[in-house]
């Protein structure tokens, strides 16, 4: 018999892989179950033996869904858009769906794994914030470049893709450790244009069931 079962997300509101999944469920209209994960309580609930049996790699996001448990946000965003192709999230061109896979990878591999929570605990409390934002900095500098040639109203072209659901999340982490967005024109007109679109909003960090009521906005 198919896999009838809503799909369940492991998520932490703050959590930067966790949202860009959370915009992808919600562009695609999906209904699903979330169990929050929080990273810092308990010495960091991804810890717990249940979780690890769920992802061995300790992190959010997690998504069990068609009977498979799958980690790796980028991972789980090409499975939906396997398996649930509409909205389409990589464009049918293949130059363009190039783009859109380096500008997510140049995120999602180039930046926010060195700003991570496991990357700053091993950096120490009093180098976090300068090591973060030079991690940041130096990634968002060579975006702001490739996006000269890449984008229009979004990363790639005027539909909003996969490589945004990199981004705006992204710019949030950059917001957090207190980057200077003013080198970064182009990042920041495209992170306003996303932050105005229902899907971003209704994912946003500030509004998920486990946001503290001092960040709920
Ligand atoms: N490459 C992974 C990275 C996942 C990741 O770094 N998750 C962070 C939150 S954004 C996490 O769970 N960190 C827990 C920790 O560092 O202990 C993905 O894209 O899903």
Redesign the pocket.
Known sequence: MAESRKPILYS?FR????WRVRIALALKNMDYEMITIN?TKDG?Q?FSEEFQALNPM????ALKIDGITI????AIIEYLEETRPTPRLLPQDPKKRAHVRMISHLL?SGI??LQ???VLKQVGQENQLTWAQQAISSGFNALEQILQSTAGTYCVGDEVSMADLCLAPQVANADRFKVDLTPYPTISRINKSLLALEAFQVSHPCRQPDTPPELRA
């Open positions: 932490y959590s930067s892989c966790s990273l960091g991804q300790k992190q959010v996001p980690g790796q946000s980028l999602a926010q794994p991570n929570l496991s």
